[in-house]
């Protein structure tokens, strides 16, 4: 008789407890947040921020893992924009198709504007919405031409690492650049292509 | 972090091993469940076996919760696997045309494999109309092209349709399969038996 | 387990919660390690377009359907569901084999002949794989891995096959009872 499936009321037991835990657990929850207090802490972490040698290093190396993202507007994107820089406009953001970028592992993603602001602003969203490995182009793109594209020469006096900074910044201009001298406005630098990395892989389905 | 495979935490040149092993394991739990006989899985219909309502849904419901669990613990997010997108028309004359042929054939496509691996001669005719209706279907995608595509939903979970959190979703299916177990195990006690 | 003779070792099944528990649990972890559910008539489409391929490799790189499928350099058959297929053949034998339950017949029931059953099976097998491709998928893959991820269309493919099931089946009793 039906009271001696014991496989049955075992199964009932086990599955009714397993779905209440979830009703308990996770009931109208979006586990995909990040809730306010780690946020606030997070946003004042200084380390979210990556100075603009550090990113101009990066893109001269060629460094595989970096992503650069350009959250201004397609117009300000295509007049000038970082090497190898996607453009995902602010008022983008969070549309599904850009997930692969932002949540591309071993990726760490650089966010950049004119200055700090619009960076910011998508860096709450996206850390909201549970994305790591994400950083700010400290100063945005008006920093980096300042630092790199006319950089101020150290006083004589200066420390060796201020020298050598110097000296950096230099080269990074030849590079940009392509060794024209100075006052290179960014209008009249190259267009750059956009980047469109392919996904890094596609889960296909269904039989 | 998982998949493991898409998010490269496992080599994807290890994807055709974990295939083959897991349509191993996939083969061995269909056949000892007596997958392999049409008999038994046509049952369904008829009342007298019941063996495809349990297997089918107990996993259902298994891997559901277990798939909500992963998502709650942040193991694997729900949003990246893949979720068969919704083409409404094509999935309704899909479903129906896949019912005429489940009681013809007695089989559907996984069940028919291991039948004609353990020497079901009908589960090797049917594998060979399996063949012939994809080929039916190739040769005249011109034709079914259209509704094919049509009323495309995209990859959309029932729960968002209805309006209601996965989690409670999941405990109602859950409700209702394990009624329904049970009331199909009285007619299966019931039911005349059948020698096969 | 309601089979009638229970000495009989080839009618001995796994019981059915366990068998439900135990495929639940490995779709679960094929989601966890690929990202995707289990499959079967995919194998046989990519079987169907290799050898479409194979024979008129023209017609099927024009062919709007089948130039999906192949590329350049990599048979259509090296696809996950095809070697996911290889090991199903293999567990299934090897369970059968423990079991002892291979043994070449056809099945039927006594009130239809082989012949007939054999008519209706390679029928079936048609209808199912031409509504598979509708699907997008069969049992395994659509409705089964799809109700499971708690796609919709699982659910409607899932809907469909057993209700058109359910309301044909008085039909076709003669086939089975």
């Known amino acids: ?207 | 972090m998982g998949p493991l495979i898409p998010q490269g935490i496992i080599d994807p040149a290890w994807n055709n091993v974990f295939a083959l092993l897991i349509g191993l394991a996939f083969g061995f739990i269909l056949e000892s469940s007596g997958f392999s006989s049409s008999r038994k899985l046509a049952g369904v219909f008829y009342g007298y076996d019941f063996v495809v309502l349990k297997v089918f849904m107990t996993a259902v419901m298994v891997c559901m919760i277990g798939l909500l669990y992963f998502d709650y613990m942040g193991w694997m997010k729900l949003s990246s696997i893949y979720i068969l997108p919704t083409f409404l028309y094509s999935v309704i004359i899909g479903g129906v045309i896949m019912g005429f042929g489940f009681i013809l054939g007695g089989y559907c496509p996984g069940t028919s494999f291991c039948g004609a691996v353990i020497g079901k001669i009908d589960a090797m005719f049917f594998t060979v109309g399996l063949y012939l209706g994809i080929l039916f279907f190739s040769v005249l995608y011109p034709v079914f092209e259209k509704i094919y595509h049509a009323a495309n939903l995209g990859p959309v979970q029932v729960h968002d349709l209805i309006g209601i959190p996965a989690a409670w979703f999941a405990f109602a299916f859950l409700v209702v399969g394990l009624i329904a177990f049970f009331v199909v195990s009285k007619i299966e006690a019931r039911a005349k038996k059948i020698e096969y | 387990m309601k089979a009638p003779n229970r000495n009989d070792r080839s009618t001995r099944y796994l019981n059915p919660y366990l068998g439900g528990v135990l495929l639940g649990l490995l779709l679960l972890m094929t989601y966890f390690i690929t990202g995707r559910g289990l499959g079967a008539s995919g194998a046989v489409k990519s079987t169907v377009v290799a050898t479409v391929n194979e024979i008129t490799p023209e017609y099927a790189h024009r062919s709007n359907y089948y130039s999906q499928f192949i590329s350049d350099d990599e048979s259509p058959l090296n696809t996950w569901l095809v070697f996911e297929v290889l090991g199903v053949l293999a567990g299934a034998f090897l369970s059968g084999a423990l079991a002892g339950r291979l043994k070449l017949k056809v099945e039927h029931s006594p009130g239809i002949t082989a012949g007939t059953r054999l008519v209706a099976a390679t029928l079936g097998g048609f209808l199912f794989g031409l509504g598979s491709q509708f699907g997008r998928g069969c049992t395994s893959g659509a409705a089964l891995s799809g109700s499971a991820s708690l796609a919709l269309s699982g659910f409607l493919a899932m809907m469909g096959i057993f209700g058109t099931g359910y309301a044909i089946a008085w039909i076709f009793r003669k086939l089975w009872v």
């Open chain 1, 1 to 207: 008789m039906m009271m001696k499936d014991k496989a049955y009321w075992i199964l009932t037991a086990v599955l009714l407890m397993l779905g209440g835990g979830l009703l308990i657990f996770s009931p109208a929850g979006k586990p995909d947040e990040v809730p306010p207090a780690e946020l606030f802490r997070a946003m004042h972490d200084s380390s979210r921020f990556m100075c603009t040698d550090e990113v101009t290093r990066r893109i001269i190396e060629e460094d595989p893992s970096l992503l650069l993202i350009d959250v201004r507007n397609p117009e300000s994107y295509r007049s000038f924009s970082l090497p190898g820089a996607i453009n995902i406009p602010l008022t983008d953001l969070l549309l599904p198709e850009w997930g692969d970028y932002l949540r591309a592992p071993g990726m760490e993603k650089v966010l950049y504007s004119n200055d700090d602001i619009m960076a910011g602003q998508a860096w709450i969203l996206c850390t909201r919405l549970g994305i790591t490995d994400l950083y700010i182009m400290r100063g945005g793109l008006n920093l980096w031409a300042d630092h790199i594209l006319t950089p101020e020469a150290p006083p004589e006096t200066a420390s060796m690492e201020l020298t050598d900074r110097y000296r950096f910044r230099l080269g990074a201009r030849l590079y940009f650049t392509g060794g024209t001298g100075t006052g290179v406005s960014a209008t009249q630098a190259e267009p750059i292509p956009v980047v469109r990395r392919e996904k890094k892989t596609t889960i296909q389905g269904g039989c």
